[in-house]
C-alpha cells in the first residue's frame, strides 16, 4: 500500500521514537528498514513492535512481518523511498550520519529528521551532495499515538521536498504542519517550555505543589486544548465578540501577567524537588502501565475528535 508515492521507509535509529515511528509505518500497511548499530537493537525493536501491535489500527494487509533490519544504515535507506532518522540529538552525530544517509540515498529519497531542537540547516551541512531534500520532521511523543508532525525547511531545503514530506505524513494519518522560520525547539516544544517555565516557577516560589499543578492542567485548560487550540478555545471564550473582545477585555491584565511570571533556573534543588514531587503524586504506580492507560485514553479522544469536524 503506497502513501504519497512512498512503499518503503527507512527508520534510522531504534530508540523510543524509531520503535514508535516503525510500528506506525507497519501499522499502515507500508514495509520498513530500520538501522541500529547498538547490540541487541534488532531485539529490542521487534519485541516493542509485537507489544505495541495490540493497541494500533492496521490496515488490510498491514503486518509487522513487513519490518526488515540492518545493522548497516547505508544498506537501509539504498532502496528506501522515505528516510526518519531518530539518532542523538547532537550536531556532529547527525553530520556524520547524514553523510551515510546522502551517499547511499537515491536523490530524491526525503532525508527527515526527527529531531526535537536542532535546526535543519545545521543538519544538512552533513550531505553534501543533496542538502536540498534534508527537513526536520518532528513527531510528537509517541509517534505512533499522536498525529503531530512539525515539518521544518532549512535554508537550502527544496521546496518539493517540504511538499512531498507533508504529503508523505498526511497519507500515513498524521497532523503535519509546515513552519516558515527555523527555531530551536520548533514550535510545540517552544510552547511546552513556556508553561514548564511557569509551572517549575509556581512549584519553586512553593505557590503550589507538582500534584496541584498536574491537576490544574489535566483537570482544566488541558482538557479544552486537547480539543481546540489556544486562539479557537479563546475565541469561544469570548461569546458573541469572540477573540477580538477577549483581547480587548483581557489583554490589559494579562499583559501584567506575563510581567510577573517566574524566572528559574534548574538548579539541583529545584531539580530534587520536582522530581521528589512526581513520585509523590504517582506513589509507585508503574510508569509503562501509566502510559499504556494515557495512550487508551489517547486513543478513545482521537477516535472520538476524528468523528467531528473540528479544525
Known sequence: MSAAGVDRVAVVGTGVIGISWAAHFLARGLDVV???????????????????WPTLAPVDGATPERLAFTADPAEAVADADFVQENGPEREDVKHELFAVLDK??????VLASSSSGLLASAIARGCPAHPERVVIGHP???????????????ERTAEEA????????????????RLRQELPGHVANRLQAAL??????????????????????????????AVLGPFANQHLSGGPGGIAHVLEHL?????????????????????????????????????????????????????????????
Open 34 to 52: 530500520a538501522t541500529d548499530p547498538s547490540p541487541g537493537a534488532e531485539e529490542r525493536l521487534r519485541a516493542e513492535v509485537a507489544a505495541l
Open 162 to 177: 517540504v511538499t512531498r514530506a507533508l504529503a508523505f505524513y498526511t497519507a500515513v494519518g498524521k497532523k503535519p504542519i
Open 251 to 311: 489583554g490589559p491584565p494579562t499583559e501584567r501577567w506575563w510581567r510577573d511570571l517566574g524566572q528559574v533556573t534548574l538548579t539541583p534543588e529545584l531539580v530534587a524537588t520536582l522530581v521528589a514531587g512526581v513520585d509523590a503524586e504517582l506513589a509507585g504506580t508503574d510508569p509503562a502501565e501509566l502510559a499504556a492507560r494515557r495512550d487508551a485514553v489517547l486513543h478513545t479522544l482521537l477516535d472520538a475528535k476524528g468523528r467531528t469536524e473540528l479544525p
Open 196 to 225: 514548564w517555565q511557569e509551572a517549575y516557577s509556581l512549584v519553586e516560589r512553593g505557590v503550589a505543589s507538582v500534584a496541584d499543578i498536574d491537576t490544574a492542567i489535566s483537570h482544566g485548560p488541558g482538557l479544552r486544548w
Open 104 to 109: 547511499a540515498a537515491r536523490p530524491d529519497v
Open 140 to 154: 510528537f511523543n509517541p509517534p505512533h499515538v499522536i498525529p503531530l508532525v512539525e515539518v521544518v525547511p532549512g
